[in-house]
Nanobody, 123 residues
Framework: VQLVESGGGLVQPGGSLRLSCATS????????VAWFRRSPGKDREFLAQ????????YYRGSAKGRFTISRDNRKSTVFLHMSGLKREDTAVYYC?????????????????WGQGTQVTVTS
């Protein structure tokens, strides 16, 4: 079972990035997938979840209005498109998967995690 994030990097304030979470080793269609992030000195923060068929995305806090989560079940991949990036969005971004209820937003509700990808917003 594996989740691999990619797409992080350096971006200027106001810019955009698209993160990808490629999965393997489990039945992707059965799982909800979420994005979290961890900034230095802070707890892991839930950003967004997409349910099995992608019909009901959930967002919290910082992600509302600026981030969009989507999934491609044919490619077993989930994306997080981020726009209007701010310096405070600098963090390591993680994807996580679980057979979880809609809107599950606690880290302990997810049992499969990627290694994370660094996003740094700086001018």
């Amino acid at each position: 079972v594996q989740l691999v994030e990619s797409g992080g990097g350096l971006v200027q304030p106001g810019g955009s990035l698209r993160l990808s979470c490629a999965t393997s080793g489990f039945t992707f269609d059965d799982y909800a997938v979420a994005w979290f992030r961890r900034s230095p000195g802070k707890d892991r923060e839930f950003l967004a979840q997409i349910t099995r068929f992608g019909t009901k995305p959930y967002y919290r806090g910082s992600a509302k209005g600026r981030f969009t989560i989507s999934r491609d079940n044919r490619k077993s991949t989930v994306f997080l498109h981020m726009s209007g990036l701010k310096r405070e969005d600098t963090a390591v971004y993680y994807c996580a998967a679980a057979i979880a209820p809609d809107g599950a937003d606690y880290p302990n509700e997810y049992d499969v995690w990627g290694q994370g990808t660094q996003v740094t917003v700086t001018s």
